[in-house]
């Protein structure tokens, strides 16, 4: 069974950095495309990033680029979305998904539970 | 990149159909055949509904179809039932290599 275990939620203040995960299992890592999708409050879904597994290879939304960083770890299943500033913009429930196959022109199939980020002073 | 453009609601009784529109560019949804729409209801995750303009992932109810023209695309739902409501947005691979949402869609089902 694939899942997609979300990190839990963080409060933080500007400025500040942070890292969240997520820890997948029930499918081969290296073979699907994994990424991020933002939703602040009472709004839609913004894309925000994927990345391959299995070569590091990155995509990011136009708009978020060099605001966020995506990364991999091989050999704990787990994908990571990374500030090192926050602001409280940042504010947002994000979704961890994986792509339905190793094409990166495939929707999300399965998603994490979401982690809430607060970001306020 | 802009998000693709939704109406932000519409409605429909129980088992009429209703249809949700989704239009880009020629660089989103008018350029390739990626669309996919998703579900999300209140606090919970989306869920794919529909791939490729048109093909239906395991699972999802065939009263869920999807088509394109040019540079928008259209979701519809037939024989509405209540738990068809929810958020709907579609979302189509771009020439950037990414992926852009629509602003979504709110359906009630009176």
């Known amino acids: 069974e694939v899942q997609l275990v979300q990190s839990g939620a963080e409060v933080k203040k500007p400025g500040e950095s942070l890292k969240i995960s997520c820890k997948a299992s029930g499918y081969s890592f290296t073979s699907y495309w994994i990424g991020w999708v933002r939703q602040m409050p009472g709004k839609g879904l913004e894309w925000m990033a994927i990345i391959y597994p299995g070569d590091s290879d990155t995509r990011y939304s136009p708009s978020l680029q060099g605001q966020v960083t995506i990364s991999a770890d091989k050999s704990i299943r787990t994908a990571y979305l990374q500030w090192s500033s926050l602001k409280a913009s940042d504010t947002a429930m994000y979704y961890c998904?994986?792509?339905?196959?190793?094409?990166?022109?495939?929707?999300?199939?399965?998603w994490g539970q979401g982690t809430l980020v607060t970001v306020s002073s | 990149q802009s998000a693709l453009t939704q109406p932000a609601s519409v409605s429909g009784s129980p088992g009429q159909s209703i249809t949700i529109s989704c239009t880009g560019t020629?660089?989103?949804?008018?350029?390739?055949?990626?669309v996919s729409w998703y579900q999300q209801h209140p606090g919970k995750a989306p869920k794919v509904m529909i791939y490729?303009?048109?093909n239906r992932p395991s699972g999802v109810s065939n009263r869920f179809s999807g088509s394109k023209s040019g540079n928008t695309a259209s979701l519809t739902i037939s024989g509405l039932q209540a738990e068809d409501e929810a958020d709907y947005y579609c979302?189509?691979?771009?020439?950037?290599?990414?992926?852009?949402f629509g602003g979504g869609t709110k359906l009630t089902v009176l």
């Open positions: 998904g994986r792509l339905m196959g190793r094409n990166e022109e495939l929707p999300f199939d399965f």
């Open positions: 490729d303009v048109s």
């Open positions: 020629s660089s989103d949804v008018g350029g390739y055949s990626h």
């Open positions: 979302s189509s691979y771009t020439s950037s290599s990414t992926w852009v």
